[in-house]
C-alpha cells in the first residue's frame, strides 16, 4: 500500500529529474551511448555511385532496374538499473541515506532513458536478487521504479555483486546498457564484472558517505557492520586509529577501481551530501571525448 510520504517523495524525485533531464543530461546521454546497430529501414532506386553491395537483388529482379536497401542508425536502447539495497546502503551522515542518494541516481538514469525512448528495467539485490521489473517505456512505468527504489524492500542484508551480474546475463536476451549502482562492499565479482561488459555496455556508480573514510575526533564510537551486525568500539580520539581507517578505506576504494578497470568498466564517483549531476555530467563529456577520439 502506498503511503503519503512515499508518493510525495516519488513526486519530488520526478520534478527534479526532470528539469535536470530537459536542461543538461538527455542530450548528453544520448551522444555516449549507441544503439543496437542499424536496422533496415525501405528500398530505393539505385543512384550511380551507391554501394553496390546494398543492391537488394529481389527487388531489382522483380522490377527489372536496380534497387538498394537502405538503413538507418538502431538508437532504441535496453537499459537495466542494477541496484544494490544492502544494509550498508541505510548508512548516511549527510542528511540522506546512500540507498536515498542511489535512488536518485537511478531515477534520472531511468528518465533520461525514456526521454530518448529507451526501455529502462530496474533489478535491485543484497545477497540475492530481490525484485526485477523488466525493461519497458514510459512515464508511469519508470514512476513505478522510483516507488520501488524508495520502499527499499529486501529479504536479505549482505552484498552479492558477482552473483547479480550472472542473473542480470540470464535476464538480458540483447546487448543493454547497464548501470551498476553500489556502495561497491564486496569482493569477488571481477570475473563476472569483466563477462557482463563484454556482453553489454556496463557503467559503474560507486556511492559512499564521508564518514566512511574518515571520521573526526568524536571519543569512543560504536561502529557496527550494517550487514553482519559485528560491533566494534573505535577510539576516534586516537590519530594513529583514524589515520589506519583512513587508510583501510583508501586501500578498498583502490582494490575497487583496479576491479573496474581490469574489467574495462567505467566508474563514476558519488558522496552524499554533494551534487549528483555533475559527475554524471563530467562522465557524458569525457566519454564523448573517448568516444570522438576512437
Not at 538499473?81 to 540522506?96: E, K, N, P, T, Y
Not at 530481490?130 to 524508495?150: A, S
Not at 551498476?180 to 561488459?197: G, H, V, W
Not at 583496479?258 to 558519488?270: E, G, H, P, T
Request: net charge positive; with cysteine.
Amino acid at each position: 500500500m502506498l503511503t503519503r510520504e512515499l508518493i510525495s517523495n516519488v513526486r519530488r524525485i520526478e520534478i527534479r529529474t526532470r528539469r535536470i533531464v530537459d536542461d543538461i543530461t538527455a542530450g548528453a546521454y544520448h551522444s555516449v551511448f549507441k544503439g543496437r546497430g542499424i536496422e533496415f529501414e525501405e528500398v530505393r532506386e539505385y543512384i550511380p555511385g551507391d554501394d553496390v553491395r546494398s543492391i537488394d537483388w529481389n527487388v531489382s529482379a522483380r522490377f527489372g532496374r536496380p534497387f538498394i536497401k537502405k538503413f538507418v542508425e538502431e538508437r532504441e536502447l535496453t537499459v537495466l538499473l542494477l541496484v544494490d539495497i544492502s544494509a550498508s546502503g541505510d548508512f548516511g551522515s549527510q542528511g540522506r541515506s546512500k540507498n536515498e542518494m542511489a535512488a536518485e541516481i537511478a531515477a534520472l538514469l531511468a528518465f533520461s532513458a525514456i526521454r530518448n525512448n529507451d526501455q529502462v528495467g530496474l533489478l535491485t539485490f543484497t545477497t540475492q536478487r530481490e525484485l526485477f521489473i523488466p525493461p519497458r517505456k514510459g512515464r508511469r512505468h519508470v514512476l513505478r521504479l522510483v516507488r520501488e527504489l524508495l520502499a527499499n524492500e529486501r529479504r536479505e542484508e549482505g552484498t552479492d555483486i558477482g552473483g547479480i551480474l550472472e542473473t542480470a546475463m540470464h535476464l538480458l536476451p540483447r546487448r543493454a546498457v547497464v548501470f551498476l549502482i553500489s556502495d561497491m562492499l564486496d569482493s569477488a565479482f571481477e570475473q563476472q564484472l569483466r563477462i557482463m561488459n563484454n556482453r553489454h555496455d556496463v557503467v559503474a556508480m560507486r556511492v559512499t558517505d564521508p564518514r566512511e573514510l574518515a571520521l573526526p575526533a568524536l571519543g569512543l564510537v560504536a561502529l557496527q557492520d550494517a550487514e553482519t551486525g559485528a560491533t566494534v568500539i573505535f577510539n576516534s580520539y586516537r590519530k594513529d586509529a583514524r589515520r589506519s581507517m583512513a587508510v583501510d578505506a583508501g586501500g578498498r576504494r583502490l582494490r575497487q577501481e583496479s576491479i573496474c578497470r581490469r574489467a574495462a568498466v567505467d566508474l563514476i564517483d558519488f558522496t552524499c551530501g554533494q551534487d549528483t549531476v555533475r559527475p554524471l555530467v563530467e562522465f557524458f563529456r569525457k566519454r564523448e571525448r573517448r568516444l570522438t577520439r576512437e
